[in-house]
Each structure stands twice: as structure tokens, then as C-alpha cells.
């Protein structure tokens, strides 16, 4: 009979255990969802890409929208990169920067306008300025764009041999 009863009294310590374990695990579930951190979801849609002009430095000219954002993001925040491998070396070239320079379809692309935030579906434009990179002698090139620290996405660029002003690079 004692045993029985020590039997009983254990069942019921080590079922409080459980049951006190699991209300913690559903309680810290709840703070998590309570504490949500909303997403950017920072796909970029580009319109046109294009070669602005061809010379001693080249120029890309891009029209984008963020189309699925939740949020407004700084024109800081999005960041571009043109990866391009010279024709007859191993070497890669890199141009880089952000898109304090973009402006609405009404600007020139060129100019910091007081554009400091793009938001869901608008449609922008920039010219970006490339050093190192010539157009006119790359075998192959491609565009990296960065979004809010880390969304990124690539663009094989259609260059081909001859590249000229105005060409569609999509």
C-alpha cells in the first residue's frame, strides 16, 4: 500500500514537471509572435536596362520598382554591383554603389532629387556610372543588386560583341 502511494505521488510530481515545461514553451511562443519583425521582401523588377552611352566611361541607365515591399526603404539601402570579366583575361572588374542618385521617371536619373526613400510600386530611374568596367571589352558581364542588407539578385547582361547606345541588356 505504501508503495502504491509513493507511486501516486510520483506520477503527479513529474506530471506537474511536464505540464509546467510545456505552458513555458507555449508562453515563449507567444512573446515570439508578439515580437515579429515585418519583412522587406525586397525583389526588384527591372523595366528597362539598358547601355546610356559607350566611351571613357560607360553609363547603364535602369528603370526598377520594388514592387513587393511593405514598407518605404532608404535609397541607401539598395546598393548595386557590375561584375565584368575583360576580354582576354582572368581577371574580374567590379563598379559599384547605391542609389542615392535615382530619381522619379520625371528626373534625369543623375541627380540626388529630395528622393530619399523608394516606396511599393513606384517606378524609378538612375544612370549608373561606370570606372572600371568598359562595355566595349568584356566578354561577359552581370549586375548584382542588393537590397536592405542582403536581398540580393543577379542579371546575366546581354553585352555581345558589339555593344552600342541604347541597347536592351535584359
Known sequence: MVLFIAIILMSSVIAGVVIGFGEKIFSETKNDAQENVPSVKGIVNLVVLEIFTLGANDEIHIVFELPYIEHSVGDDAVSWVIMCHPTGTNN?????????????????????????????????????????????????????LVVDKGRTQEWQMNIGTAPYQGQDLN
Open 92 to 144: 574580374m572588374r567590379f563598379d559599384e554603389g547605391d542609389f542615392t542618385l535615382a530619381t522619379d521617371l520625371d528626373g534625369d536619373g543623375l541627380t540626388a532629387l529630395p528622393l530619399v526613400e523608394f516606396e511599393p510600386a513606384v517606378t524609378y530611374r538612375m544612370i549608373m556610372q561606370l570606372n572600371d568596367c568598359d562595355l566595349d571589352d568584356v566578354d561577359s558581364a552581370s549586375l548584382v
